[in-house]
């Protein structure tokens, strides 16, 4: 087990540490012109798929999926697959016996993804390399954004908004709990950016949370969802799908609308109970924190609380608020 480590806003954790950071430096040189971005183009017509890993620096599933892939020699049938192993400075400075303190150097990466930030005159760590990233991303067709959360709760797809994320996470089949949200207040996802997030593009991406940081089966689920993905788009032949998968194909998905995103307003935020994640609070008004003294409660009955976080930081987002909908019916495109 780690040792407790002191997390902002006073929480602490003892989930063990079962994955270890993989070697990822035979990749940095890459072929794309920036490093640790690899692209394999079938020479066949088809789309453009990016898979995306460590947006946040202690999210090692995601590195350790690309590597799989990249062990495999995993390459696309048609169309083009581009590896990206995405915040370097902050997985580099990974350090076991404090492994919440890289998710990011300088900013958080995953809040940057809009056009105004990106060309503005601000600096970070994580604005440099998204500056340096968005070009490729501009021509991506499909993006998998891999992540993993901080309590040891199901795994998430998180859809977005739009209709085209939902019928993204229904052919990708895997997990069974979909999330439609619009995202933080802070700043744009990646998920997000640009035509993903523009209603009139064909463009599509998802962001699969895949359990806790360091679970071994977050790793489990970031390679099964990266196979089912690249399967959904016909990128390589479905016998490659693991015969014997993290997630079982869900029968029936199950989605979550998020209606909103609790922004922390105080230094003196504080949840009522240690929520982990997908708790359904029964009824409207129930008090589930307290922000500068000031009651924060669920807007409706049957509440669902989607990753309440342990960053309790003002501008941050606290905890999202959601229900479970029966979601309108949404054709599988290929």
């Not at 994955?19 to 690899?38: E, Q």
């Not at 620096?57 to 590896?83: M, S, V, Y």
Request: proline letters at 8%; charged letters at 20%.
């Amino acid at each position: 087990m780690l040792s407790a480590s002191d997390l902002p806003g006073g929480a602490v954790t003892d989930y063990p540490l079962d994955l270890t950071p993989p070697d990822i430096s035979p990749y940095r040189s890459g072929n794309s012109g920036v490093d640790y971005v690899t692209s394999f183009d079938s020479g066949k017509p088809g789309p453009h798929a990016m898979i995306t890993a460590i947006v946040h620096g202690n999210e090692l599933c995601g590195a350790i999926a690309l590597d799989h892939l990249f062990k495999q020699d995993i390459r696309p049938e048609r169309g083009r697959l581009t590896l990206a192993f995405v915040n370097i400075a902050a997985f580099e400075s990974f350090d076991p016996d404090q492994p919440t303190q890289s998710r990011f150097v300088d900013e958080d990466f995953n809040r940057l993804w809009n056009a105004a930030i990106l060309s503005s005159d601000r600096n970070s760590v994580e604005l440099t390399r998204a500056r340096a990233l968005h070009p490729i991303v501009d021509t991506v067709d499909a993006l998998l954004d891999i992540h993993s959360m901080q309590h040891a709760t199901a795994p998430l797809m998180m859809a977005g908004s739009l209709a085209k994320g939902r019928r993204l996470a229904s052919a990708i089949g895997v997990p069974e709990i979909v999330v439609s949200d619009s995202g933080h207040s802070e700043g744009t996802r990646l998920r997000d950016y640009g035509p993903f997030g523009d209603p009139d593009r064909p463009h599509t991406a998802a962001l699969v949370e895949c359990g806790q940081h360091w679970a071994a089966s977050s790793a489990d689920v970031a390679i099964d969802v990266a196979y089912r993905f690249l399967s959904h788009l016909r990128m390589i032949a479905p016998d490659l799908v693991p015969s014997r998968s993290a997630l079982p194909p869900a029968h029936g998905q199950r989605h979550i609308e998020v209606t909103e995103a609790v922004t922390i307003k105080s230094d003196s935020f504080e949840f009522i109970a240690d929520f982990q994640g997908l708790e359904t609070i029964p009824m409207t008004g129930t008090i589930i924190a307290h922000d500068a003294g000031a009651p924060v409660t669920t807007p409706y009955n049957d509440c669902v609380l989607i990753m309440p976080s342990r960053r309790l930081t003002p501008g941050k987002t606290a905890v999202r608020l959601g229900r479970y909908i029966d979601p309108e019916p949404v054709a599988i495109a290929h």
